[in-house]
């Protein structure tokens, strides 16, 4: 589990880079409450080297860019 900060600044970006993933094997990118990520509250990365790139756009939403 990776929670994206709590008190992040309109501008903030936050990258996430899996290295190479076993099979089963996941990570979980999640926002802190009452934030969003592209209005949902969590991210599954799954893939070997997945990535995704979170910009604080507005307070309390995120946006992968």
């Known amino acids: ?3 994206l900060p709590v008190n992040p ?7 996430v880079k899996s290295g ?3 099979a089963g094997k ?3 990118v ?3 409450s009452p934030q969003t ?3 949902v509250n969590t991210l599954l990365l799954e893939s070997p ?3 995704v ?13």
């Open 9 to 15: 600044s309109t501008g903030d970006v936050v990258v």
């Open 53 to 65: 790139s979170c910009v604080l756009i507005s307070s309390g939403t995120w946006a992968i860019v």
């Open 30 to 32: 999640s926002a802190s």
């Open 20 to 22: 190479d993933l076993a």
């Open 1 to 3: 589990l990776l929670k």
């Open 49 to 51: 080297y997945a990535a």
């Open 37 to 39: 990520i592209d209005g």
């Open 26 to 28: 996941s990570i979980l």
